[in-house]
């Protein structure tokens, strides 16, 4: 699967077309429509119509374009992938299913969405499916939830939901519990998620910060996942975006190393440069396990549409 950036998520009610409209011209990675928690039980029919209605108006650019429906438990979930597949099924790369607890969740999804696809004359399999781990029992599972369909392109954190399922005592989505003082309360959560996901070639997202004014705050949490690994975060207001944007980019000059680590060690393995399994490249040894941390950071960078400055040159050239 090739990757897409996904450094910012931009949540959209699908009840709201200010909103909808408004996000278009936001420079988020990824935009979900939003017909789960931020709409309404009695406005979710409205919300399919609204997001149909923005998808196939376009101008969406090269955003991922991804819609929320609702969770398997409740009434809408059917309704919600057929009229949004069947009404904006060419303009859809996603559909998120929440609160996923066992891999029949997914499996059933990816049924529900193939029928649609052979009755439209979609391409069977081309809409992905985004995954959110949103209690315990799916934290257990998420092995097997990250392989249930070859749709599966994310695993992603839900902190709100999470934090209640396993009777964590704090109100404040994002920020650690009262009366944790030492470490990361949510550390082993997202380290669970990522290795899932790293291990079946899928992309880890984490969830929202829901102090939405609170950029420094926004920066400190996003830091700490994208240290981690992670590839991207929820944001709920367009004044995140573009730090999240940067947190999970990497740094100019980390981009620009990373490319030439690549560069010296293809050379320096070629015959031209010698058939070298080790060499020094300015006061750094490389090899090949320095070649596979180049690869993530590179591709992170390219994803990210970074461009190159310092390029390493062959001795002599």
């Known amino acids: 699967m090739t990757l897409r950036s996904r450094r910012s998520c931009l949540a959209v009610p699908g009840s709201n077309p200010r909103f909808l409209e408004k996000a278009k011209g936001l420079d988020a990675d990824q935009v979900f429509l939003d017909l789960e928690d931020a709409v309404a039980p009695l406005s979710k029919p409205g919300a399919r119509q609204n997001v149909v209605a923005a998808l196939t108006e376009g101008g969406w ?3 991922i374009r991804v819609v929320r429906i609702n969770d398997w438990t409740t009434q809408w979930t059917y309704r919600d992938v057929i ?3 069947e009404g904006a099924g060419p303009e859809l790369d996603c559909l998120m299913l929440p609160k996923v607890q066992t891999a029949d969740q ?8 193939t029928q649609v696809e052979l009755a439209t004359g979609l391409k069977r399999g081309r809409i992905g499916i985004e995954a959110q781990i949103e209690n315990a029992l799916g934290l257990i599972n998420v092995d097997a939830i990250a392989t249930a369909s070859p749709r599966v392109e ?7 939901d999470f934090m ?10 994002g920020e650690q519990p009262p009366g944790h003082d030492v470490g990361d309360a949510y550390h082993y959560i997202l380290m669970r998620i990522l290795m899932a996901a790293r291990a079946h070639d899928l992309q880890a997202i984490d969830g929202p910060y829901l102090q939405i004014r609170d950029g420094d705050g926004f920066r400190r949490v996003a830091g700490r996942s994208a240290a981690l690994g992670l590839d991207g ?3 709920l207001h367009p004044d995140q975006v573009a730090i999240a944007n940067e947190v ?3 740094r100019q000059e980390d981009y620009e190393h990373a490319e ?4 010296a060690y293809a050379h320096f393995t070629s015959e031209a440069g010698g058939a070298k399994g080790s060499v020094m490249l300015g006061d750094q040894m490389i090899d090949e396990a320095s070649r596979k941390m180049a690869l993530v950071v590179a591709a992170k960078g390219r994803a990210a549409g970074m461009e190159r400055g310092d390029r390493w040159s062959p001795p002599g050239d």
């Not at 997914?106 to 969405?113: E, G, I, Q, S, T």
């Not at 030439?260 to 560069?263: E, M």
């Open 61 to 63: 650019g090269d955003k």
């Open 260 to 263: 030439n680590i690549l560069d």
């Open 154 to 160: 994310t695993i992603i954190f839900g902190p709100a």
């Open 164 to 173: 209640a399922s396993i009777n964590m005592k704090s109100l404040v989505v």
């Open 106 to 113: 997914v499996v059933a999804l990816d049924l529900l969405l």
């Open 248 to 250: 999970y980019s990497p």
């Open 233 to 235: 975060k929820w944001v």
């Open 83 to 85: 009229e949004v597949v």
